[in-house]
């Protein structure tokens, strides 16, 4: 097992206010910027059904046609796997995108070759074109050079709006980087500042909440965190294991109970680099796994023997809140109980709330993203009131394990 604290450096997102922006790219009147985006968003029977990603994008898109730039949008969807598949097509995704951008957008059925050509070399300054699912090339996913040529044959700049992609080391999200002079877009920039703001050189004290289901799955990021925050709050499944290692009786809780050796090395790894560990003290806990189960509250030193812990306790919630409130930036990836069923939401909801109000107080810088958080924010209404709030699962989990976006090295080049 490794629990190594990530030197300051290693995160290429701590270099994040350095990227040039696209007011770097000079004038940009009528010239082919290639914009790779996210447009990979949640649809339904052809119809989009949540359009966060899309916005998010949308202010690169419209201050790029404002500039006069011929705006060539590039983009993944879902899995194709270097096959055509009308099923995966863009084009609905460009359809919607006219109401939020406020402006026409056309679309061409290819990414490479002569159609695409052809619709870019009609495009006016100002306009809009989405290419076809670049995912339809299985040069896409293997970063292919020939691929990426012909990509780049498309532009004459390259601009980079995808912070949710840039774990992967893409044709359109790495490679163009290579071949085309560029820029980070306003939303990946934005992305790039905040996790500047909440780990690269953050205001401490600094709060990193770990919820969610297993240890097993987060072991990387807790390994990286330990020893760059002040306090690691461990909530959800993931605390049960640590209560367990603990030599606590956890009844029928879930947890990884193999995973408790590597429970206590991160306990002592923590107490020697000055990193406290908060783990519940107490828990809602139930016989049966479902909504409105039979429940109560009892100490972790007294959890029934058939009976599974699945929300934090009231005294735990007191204990997470006082420590927000002596924070100055907090970053939350991971629920602290079972959200999705009432009442055991109740526990986030509370500590969500109380990271709100302190953000909205001025107090707190608060970053959250990454699976189910954005999920269990919104259902605690308080998404909004973060300081910011990702739009990247997979890059964001990865960015809290201290690993190398691919796409975010190729652009600080
Ligand atoms: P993750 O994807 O690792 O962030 O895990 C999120 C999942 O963890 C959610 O679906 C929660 O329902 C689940 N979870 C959180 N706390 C518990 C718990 N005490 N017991 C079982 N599942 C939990």
Known sequence: MSVQPAKRDENPATAGRRFA???????????????????????????????????????????LAAKGARVIVLSHFGRPKGKWDASQSLRPVAEALPVIIGLPVAFAADCVGPVAKAAVNGMAPGSV???????????????????TAQLAELGDVYVNDAFSCAHRAHASTAGLAGLLPHAAGIWMKKELDALEAALGSP??????????????SKLDVIGNLVGKVDHL??????????????????????????????????????????T??????DGVVAREFKAYAENEVVSVDAVPEDAMILDIGPASIERVKAVLRQAKTVVWNGPFGVFEMEPFDLGTN???REAAKLTREGKLLSVAGGGDTVAALNHAGECE?????????????????????????????
């Open 21 to 63: 922006g696209i007011d770097d790219l000079g004038d940009l009147h009528g010239r082919r910027v290639l914009l790779r985006v996210d447009l990979n968003a949640p649809m339904q029977d052809g119809v989009v059904t949540d359009l966060t990603r899309l916005q998010a994008n949308a202010v690169t898109i419209k201050a």
């Open 129 to 147: 074109l989405v290419l076809q699912n670049t995912r339809f090339y299985p040069g896409e996913e293997a970063n292919d050079p020939e691929f």
């Open 203 to 216: 205001k401490h004290p600094v709060v990193a909440v770990v919820g969610g289901a297993k240890v097993s």
């Open 233 to 274: 709050v461990i909530g959800g499944g993931m605390a049960n294991t640590f209560l367990f290692a603990e030599g606590k009786e956890i009844g029928k809780s879930l947890a990884e109970r193999e995973m408790a050796d590597t429970a206590r090395a991160i306990v002592e790894k923590a107490k020697a680099a000055g």
């Open 276 to 281: 406290e560990i908060v783990l519940p003290v």
């Open 350 to 352: 509370a500590c969500a």
């Open 385 to 413: 009131a973060f300081s910011f709030v990702s739009t990247a699962g997979g890059a964001f989990l990865e960015w809290l394990e201290g690993r190398e976006l691919p796409g975010v090295k190729a652009l600080a080049k």
